[in-house]
């Protein structure tokens, strides 16, 4: 499927991966990038120099193009903004704040730069400060989270600026990408999808937490902070959501509890104290399968039903 994202990208199909916090490294990103959608690697609060490794490490499993997704509030944003320059990355995508003080350098540099925006006037600001893309998330993705649902978020942003829009979240098969498509998005960035991938690294305990997860096995934490996370509904996430709405969990009590949370899920599956991050979509999601499988599945399945 050729569209206006492929060709700004350089790859073969409109999927882009998300940027996940501690799951999105350079075993994944290079997967999908090797399958012919676009990796990401994501930087979170991760030191310099292990960043740096990981995408060395994904420049020798990968020569497609290849990005990293820069949490604009982690304290060593600066230093990665310079990162991606110093290792002439194709692309790099932005979430928690705006990147605009960035896009000039990115820009001089040739790296597409793709924002993920939860609302139309930040896609508007990005637009003027030069992004060349947008990537519109609804309140239905893992993680951090907006409040505008993907259904509605899309259409508007798209209306809304001149640029190319990638639709995310609540997008794990055909059906999603084809109807992001009729809502006018030119691609789609699919997370918890790769969370039940093959070359995925995380805990075995978060995968089996995805594929066994049921409709209403997600729920949101954190609003209370100004940092809401969609998560699958384990007892610790239940027991967060129950503090903050009964008053039993100040903000800076959920804060502490929550620090190291995410790394607890993904690194030692710790079901008791960890923050396994996930999308609502979850529920579609059944089994295990490669990178390359997942994303040639979806994009057939759009086709068809876009009658490409």
Known sequence: MKTEITELLGCEYPIIQGG?????????ASAVSNAGGIGLIA??????DYLREQIHLCKEKTNKPFGVNIMLMSPNADDLAQLVID??????TTGAGNPGKYIPAWKDAGIKVIPVVPSVALAKRMEKAGADAVIAEGTESGGHIGENTT?????????????????AGGIADGRGMAASFMLGAKGVQIGTRFLASEECQIHPVFKELVVKAKDTDSVVTGRYTGHPC??????????????????????????????????????????????????AIAGMINDIRPCADIIR????EAEKLLKI
Do not use: Y
Request: proline share 4%; charged share 25%; hydrophobic share 45%.
């Open 297 to 300: 599945e979806i994009n057939d």
């Open 43 to 48: 930087g979170g609060n991760a030191p310099i």
């Open 20 to 28: 996940m916090a501690w799951v999105a490294e350079h075993t994944l």
């Open 230 to 279: 969609r998560n699958v509904k384990t007892k610790f996430a239940k027991k967060l959501a129950m503090g903050e709405k009964d008053g039993t969990l100040s903000p800076e009590e959920f804060e502490a509890l929550t620090v190291g949370a995410l790394k607890r899920a993904v690194v030692d599956g710790d079901v008791e104290s960890g923050s396994f991050l996930c999308g």
């Open 87 to 92: 290792e002439k990355l194709a692309l790099v």
């Open 151 to 167: 259904m509605c978020l899309v259409p508007q942003v798209v209306d809304a600026v001149n640029i190319p829009v990638i639709a």
